[in-house]
C-alpha cells in the first residue's frame, strides 16, 4: 500500500476520529460500560473488531464528533483567522448551534450549560467565568482540528491561543482547557512526523508558553494559576511512568499490559475513576496507546478506544492522531466508509488542508523543531517518500519492532484467562490522585455527573 499524502493525512485525521468516537460510543453502551473486558467479548461475539459495521443505525458519531465538525467548519467559514475576535465569536456560535445536534449523542452538562452562556453577537461574548468544575474533557475531544490548522512549529503561537481560547469557551478551567491544547499540538506533531515518544516533551516544553499566555490574556489569571499545576504534574508523572520524560527514549510498558491491566493504568491516571474524562487524561490515554500500537490500527482501537473509560473521548483522539500519520493504513473499509458525517468529515480535511498549507507547501515536507533549541530542521529530506512515514526510521523502527512484540504479549494475554498482574511500572503509575471519595470531588470537574446526565440523555 501506497504512503499516505499530506492531505491523505489530513482527511483521514478527520474521519478517523469521527471512527474511533462512533466505535467508542456504540450508541452509548460502550462509552458507559465500565468493563474493558466486557467490550472485548462483545466485539468478538460481534465476528471481531475489524469487521465492526461502523455506520448508522447503531453507531451513530457522538457529541465528540458534532463539536470537533463545529471547530473545523468554523475555521472553514472564517475569511481571516487572524482576526481573532471573529474567529473565537465564530467558533463559540457553532458550539451553540452543535447542541441542536446533539439528540441521542450524550453531550456533558458543563458542555450544554455554557453554551447557554455564549453570547457570539457581543464583543467577547465568547468568555464565560471561571469554573472550578470545568476541568473534564469536553474540551479536548474537538480540539484536534485545531493541529490541522496549525500544522507547522511556526504556528505554535496561534496553536497555544486558539487551543485555550476555543477549550475554555465552555471549560474554563486549566485541566480542560490544556487538554484541548495537547489534543491541537499532538495533532500537529502528528502531521509533522514528529517521532511518538516526543510529544509528551514537547507539551511540557510547551505549557510554559500557555502560562505565559493566560498571564498576558488578562482573563480569569488568578484562578487558572492556582489550578495550574494539576495537569502539569498528571503529565509529568506520566511521562516518567512510560521513561519518556526526555523525549529521547522508548516508552516503557509492563510486560503485563493486557485489557485488565490497561483498564486498571487507565483508571490510575484518572481523577474520579473514569480514566479519560478529564482533560489531561483523555490525551493522556490517547497518547499511550500511540505509543504503544506502532502503526496498527486495530490495535490502536484495542488500546485506545475499547476500554472501561471515557472511551469515544480517547478514541476521537486516538483516530485523529493515528490518521495524521498514517492515512487509512490497515483500515477495514467497513469502519469507515459508511461512517455518519463521513462527507462532512472529509471536506473538512481538505479544507484544513488548503487552509493551512499554501502551494509548494502541500508537496513538501513540514520541518519539526529540533530538540533543545530554537531553530527547525526538516524531519526528511526525501521527496521520494511520504513526508508521513518519514520518521519510520531510526529510534522509531525500533520503536516499532517493539510493539510488534508487545502486540503479541497483549494478544497473548487477551486470549488467555490469565489475571493482570500488577508490574512495577503499573504500581509506579499512581500520578493523581484517585478519589473514590465522591465528596472530594467539587474542585476539578463534573465526571460523575457526566456518567449519570449522559446515561440519561442515551435512554
Ligand atoms: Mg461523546
Not at 473565537?88 to 441521542?104: L, T
Not at 480540539?143 to 487551543?163: F, T
Not at 491491566?261 to 482533560?279: P, T
Not at 479544507?351 to 515536507?365: H, R, V
Request: aromatic share 8%.
Amino acid at each position: 500500500m501506497a504512503p499516505p499524502t499530506i492531505l491523505e493525512g489530513y482527511v483521514a485525521a478527520m474521519v478517523l476520529s469521527g471512527v474511533g468516537d462512533a466505535m467508542g460510543y456504540k450508541n452509548g453502551s460502550w462509552e458507559f460500560c465500565h468493563s474493558g473486558s466486557a467490550i472485548h467479548q462483545e466485539a468478538k461475539e460481534l465476528g471481531g473488531i475489524e469487521k465492526l459495521k461502523i455506520k448508522l443505525p447503531n453507531w451513530m458519531v457522538s457529541d465528540d464528533t458534532v463539536l470537533h465538525l463545529a471547530t473545523a467548519e468554523a475555521y472553514m467559514e472564517t475569511k481571516d483567522t487572524k482576526d481573532k475576535e471573529t474567529l473565537y465569536r465564530h467558533i463559540a456560535e457553532k458550539y451553540k448551534n452543535g447542541m441542536r445536534d446533539m439528540d441521542g449523542r450524550a453531550p456533558g452538562p458543563t458542555t450544554m450549560n455554557s453554551c447557554h452562556m455564549l453570547k457570539p453577537l457581543r464583543e467577547k461574548g465568547y468568555e464565560i467565568p471561571f469554573n472550578p468544575r470545568g476541568g473534564g474533557c469536553g474540551a479536548a475531544m474537538r480540539a484536534m482540528c485545531i493541529g490541522l490548522v496549525y500544522p507547522k512549529p511556526e504556528n505554535l503561537s496561534d496553536l497555544i491561543a486558539d487551543g485555550i481560547e476555543s477549550g475554555r469557551m465552555t471549560h474554563h478551567h486549566p485541566t480542560g482547557f490544556l487538554g484541548s491544547l495537547a489534543a491541537a499540538l499532538f495533532t500537529s506533531y502528528a502531521i509533522q512526523n514528529k517521532p511518538i515518544e516526543q510529544w509528551g516533551a514537547g507539551l511540557m516544553d510547551t505549557l510554559p508558553r500557555a502560562r505565559k499566555y493566560i498571564k498576558e490574556r488578562g482573563h480569569a489569571v488568578n484562578e487558572n494559576l492556582k489550578e495550574w499545576g494539576y495537569f502539569e504534574n498528571a503529565w509529568k508523572n506520566y511521562l516518567e511512568t512510560r521513561n519518556i520524560t526526555s523525549g529521547k527514549t522508548l516508552p516503557k510498558f509492563p510486560s503485563d499490559y493486557g485489557i485488565e491491566a490497561r483498564d486498571k493504568f487507565y483508571k490510575s491516571v484518572s481523577f474520579s475513576g473514569w480514566g479519560g474524562s478529564s482533560g489531561h487524561d483523555a490525551p493522556m490515554i490517547a497518547y499511550d496507546a500511540m505509543l504503544g500500537s506502532g502503526d496498527s490500527w486495530i490495535e490502536i482501537c484495542k488500546r485506545g478506544i475499547l476500554h472501561s473509560g471515557d472511551n469515544d473521548s480517547t478514541g476521537v483522539m486516538a483516530g485523529c492522531w493515528f490518521g495524521a500519520m498514517y492515512g487509512f493504513l490497515g483500515v477495514p473499509d467497513n469502519h469507515h466508509k459508511k461512517l455518519e458525517y463521513r462527507k462532512r468529515l472529509e471536506k473538512a480535511g481538505e479544507k484544513l488542508f488548503n487552509l493551512a498549507l499554501k502551494g509548494k507547501e502541500q508537496q513538501s515536507i513540514i520541518s519539526c523543531q529540533t530538540e533543545g533549541n530554537d531553530e527547525t530542521e526538516a524531519c526528511s529530506d526525501s521527496s521520494q517518500k511520504s513526508p508521513l512515514f518519514a520518521h519510520d526510521q531510526g529510534i522509531s523502527e525500533e520503536s516499532s519492532k517493539t510493539n510488534e512484540v508487545k502486540s503479541t504479549k497483549t494478544d497473548i494475554v487477551e486470549g488467555g484467562t490469565s489475571e493482570s498482574k500488577d508490574s512495577e511500572q503499573v504500581d509506579k503509575a499512581e500520578p493523581v490522585e484517585v478519589s473514590v471519595d465522591s465528596s472530594q470531588q467539587t474542585t476539578n470537574q463534573d465526571t460523575e455527573k457526566k456518567v449519570t446526565e449522559k446515561v440519561t440523555t442515551n435512554v
